[in-house]
């Protein structure tokens, strides 16, 4: 395993707080020690890493960034740290962790009523519970709103039929937060806990991508919940779309570790690699794709680390978690592309981590938004016009 050296060309870790360095750092080794030395093999037989949970539980990661109920209380940009270093060791840890926090316990934390908050955040935050977020259907990604799975009132209960695809954690967790359409077409979302009759969830099997995560379908049929298990003040759209950028943050930082992962390793089996009685590394056009990724690298830290700024003053806008999701994930799934090629052939093999972060990022490019979506999210807000309408 080669060592790691975080690029840093414009001093960004002197923007950093000395806590936000110490956070950085202690999940930095965490992913050295514990993450990496087994990864490929979980990756090799596309099984997730669960014997990490009570060790990331342990160290704060799980809602990192919420306050009370056993949360840690980070700061935005020591979240988004936390997120890179993650993704650094694999794109599946980070999800976990992203879909644990971001998507399950933020919505309770923001939408929840005191009882749900009690009830369910201390034990996700210790990694006892887990968490799923059901919003995806097998005929609606990029239209959410289209979904056609409903929720009928009964009484004091609700009745929830319908399909989520692409769930995150679906088959292992204890409570789905799954949105679905009232008899009025309002958007509500509720805690449906997997253990209720009519709750059925699938591994998909057969990914190429994120391989050391889980990733399921959620059959829900007349399974019947109680009001209490209605996120009160989760209505509309807007509701699901909030936990989506708070989500989206996290990726934003994500794709860097995945990039700098990449880079150093290309950069050092440059060094080292041999061709022509010199190493590759004295090469012009080695040289050139070596100072074209770095300088990528470069652009979105400085983008992420003022973005967390504006996320902890509360001026944040969801254009702009657009922005930095999408130019961050296609920067980090261009430069895989890249370092893969600097490898040749042995960068289609395991021994190196490239390949494997490569193909996460073909799906991390696709969820939480697509590559596309985001920039017409950013056309609409330059125009006016929504062109996806």
């Not at 056993?70 to 940009?77: K, M, S, V």
Request: charged residues 20%; negative net charge; hydrophobic residues 40%.
């Amino acid at each position: 395993m080669q060592p790691f050296h975080e690029l840093d060309l414009y001093g960004y870790d002197a923007l950093l707080t000395e806590d936000e360095r110490i956070i950085r750092d202690s999940v930095r080794r965490f992913v050295e020690d514990r993450v990496l030395p087994v990864i490929e093999e979980h990756n090799r037989a596309s099984t997730f890493p669960k014997h990490l949970i009570p060790e990331m539980a342990e160290l704060g990661l799980l809602g990192a960034n919420l306050h009370g109920y056993g949360c840690a209380g980070l700061g935005a940009t020591a979240y988004g740290l936390i997120m890179q270093e993650l993704e650094r060791g694999d794109s599946g840890l980070r999800s976990f962790v992203s879909v644990q926090g971001a998507l399950c316990m933020y919505p309770i934390y923001r939408y929840g009523s005191d009882e749900q908050k009690q009830r369910w955040l201390p034990g996700m935050a210790a990694g006892t519970l887990i968490g799923a977020f059901g919003l995806t259907e097998p005929d609606f990604g990029s239209d959410p709103g289209g979904m056609i799975t409903r929720a009928r009132r009964k009484g004091d209960n609700w009745i929830i039929n319908g399909t989520k695809f692409w769930i995150t954690n679906g088959s292992v967790a204890d409570v789905a937060i799954i949105w679905a359409k009232d008899d009025e077409g309002v958007v509500r979302g509720f805690l449906v806990e997997s253990s209720r009759p009519g709750f059925h969830a699938t591994d998909i099997k057969g990914k190429f991508s994120l391989k050391a995560s889980v990733t399921s379908e959620i059959a829900l049929q007349d399974v019947e919940v109680p009001d209490s298990n209605r996120l009160p003040t989760a209505e509309k759209l807007a509701a699901p779309l909030s936990c989506l950028s708070q989500a989206r943050y996290g990726i934003a930082w994500g794709a860097i570790g995945a990039a700098q992962a990449v880079f150093n390793c290309a950069l050092e089996y440059s060094k080292t690699r041999i061709q022509f009685g010199k190493p590759i590394a004295s090469f012009q056009l080695v040289q050139k794709k070596l100072a074209e990724v770095a300088t990528e690298i470069t652009k979105a830290q400085l983008l992420c680390v003022q973005l967390g700024r504006l996320k902890e003053k509360e001026q944040v806008s969801a254009v702009q978690i657009s922005i930095a999701k999408r130019n961050n994930v296609h920067m980090a799934l261009e430069a895989a592309r890249t370092c893969r090629d600097i490898l040749g052939a042995n960068g289609v093999h395991d021994e190196y981590p490239v390949g494997r972060h490569m193909c996460n990022l073909e799906s991390v490019i696709t969820y939480e938004g697509t590559h596309d979506i985001h920039l017409l999210i950013l056309g609409e807000h330059l125009t006016g016009i929504a062109a996806y309408r």
